[in-house]
């Protein structure tokens, strides 16, 4: 027994894990049956308790000698950019496969960047290698499940999208914000960095895009948007295919595609349906009136759960499991 647990199944360790993807992490790891887990955060948290399940965890501090230690299997990191490039090397070199969601190492070449219904071979390319996989930015997890399927058919010619995300990507001291607000002093914001005349949430849309669809050209043009939601961000897309491809072909492709549930008129996705589910909601599915061979579509995603902890899991199952069968 450790920390009040049963010891059996791999070792994992969750860094961040008093933070708002961090508390999906630990729910959804517990929902799994994972009886194995520590929980780690900054000195500011160190010795606090956390629920897991139905006992209670101690948060340890993650330092580069903790995770370094050689006792843990898997380490899922959800602590910002910064914080994983001091800290993810040091768990990988103690033997734990990483899966990191901030973009430490989205973009670096030789880093596989997944999306388990998209790319998944690509995670097990960190066996015998660096241990470490990158978890995609929120938007760009449900926007490559929604277009892989419709592009392997049709071919993919450009994308554009406008998103509408919730303030639960910002972290949860910002949901706690939102909570706080009278309703009246709402707003829409753009709180990313600016590059030239983007923000880098609307770069990163790109990049990670292509390097997901392995499409490098692909056009992409985003507009990203904060608006006061509290969880699952929505994103607006137009896509241009070289091939004809019809609204009720694309629908019926999309049914048939894992995480994707989708609508028909009336009902269309919402962030509250989106919310606590595992389904990538698509609908709004039409002809796009301004482009030769165009679908419009519409989509809600909890961020917290496909958008992060959830698509994390799954590429951390996926190496497991090849990892078991390799034994
Ligand atoms: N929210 C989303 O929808 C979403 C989606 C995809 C990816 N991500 C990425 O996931 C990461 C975390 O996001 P979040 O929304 O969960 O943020 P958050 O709610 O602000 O939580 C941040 C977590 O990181 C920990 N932390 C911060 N600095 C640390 C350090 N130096 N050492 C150890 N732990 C440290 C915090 O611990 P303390 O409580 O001790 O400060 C807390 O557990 C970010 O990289 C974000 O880009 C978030």
């Not at 709180?191 to 790109?206: A, C, G, I, Y």
């Not at 509290?230 to 896509?239: K, M, N, Q």
Request: overall charge negative.
């Amino acid at each position: 027994m450790q920390n009040g647990l049963h010891t059996s199944g791999p070792r994992i360790g969750v860094v961040g894990a008093t933070g708002a993807v961090g508390a999906v992490t630990l729910g959804l790891l517990a929902e799994r049956g994972y009886e194995n887990v520590r929980v780690f955060a900054s000195a500011r948290s160190a010795g606090k308790t956390i629920a897991y399940g139905d006992r209670t965890l101690t948060i340890e501090e993650a330092t580069p000698e903790v995770l370094a230690a050689g006792d843990l299997d898997l380490a899922l990191f959800s602590v910002g950019t910064s914080a994983s490039r001091a800290l993810v090397p040091h768990a990988a070199a103690g033997g734990a496969f990483v899966v990191d969601k901030s973009s430490a190492y989205r973009l670096v070449d030789g880093y596989p960047l997944v999306v388990p219904e998209v790319n998944g071979n690509r995670a097990l390319e960190v066996i015998g290698t660096h241990r470490i996989a990158a978890n995609p930015n929120c938007c760009t997890i449900p926007l490559t499940c929604v277009l892989k399927p419709l592009h392997d058919v049709a071919g993919l010619k450009s994308v554009r999208v406008a998103t509408y995300q919730s303030v639960s990507g910002a972290g949860w001291q910002r949901m706690e914000q939102l909570r706080a607000e009278p309703v009246a002093d709402h707003n829409l914001l753009m709180d990313w960095s600016w590059e030239d005349d983007e923000s880098d949430e609307e770069s990163k849309l790109r990049a990670e895009t292509r390097k997901i669809l392995e499409l490098p050209g692909l056009p992409v043009s985003a507009t990203c948007v904060r608006v006061p939601v509290l969880v699952s961000h929505s994103e607006a897309i137009w896509a241009e295919f070289e091939d004809e491809i019809t609204p009720e072909q694309a629908a019926e492709l999309l049914r048939g595609s894992a995480s994707i549930k989708v609508l028909e008129l009336p009902e269309f996705p919402t962030p509250r349906d989106a919310t606590g589910g595992d389904d990538i909601l698509v609908g709004r599915i039409r002809r796009d009136r301004a482009a030769t061979n165009g679908l419009a579509l519409f989509l809600s995603n909890d961020n917290l759960r496909k958008g992060a902890a959830l698509n994390a899991i799954q590429i951390a199952e996926l190496v497991l499991a090849a990892q078991t069968a390799t034994v």
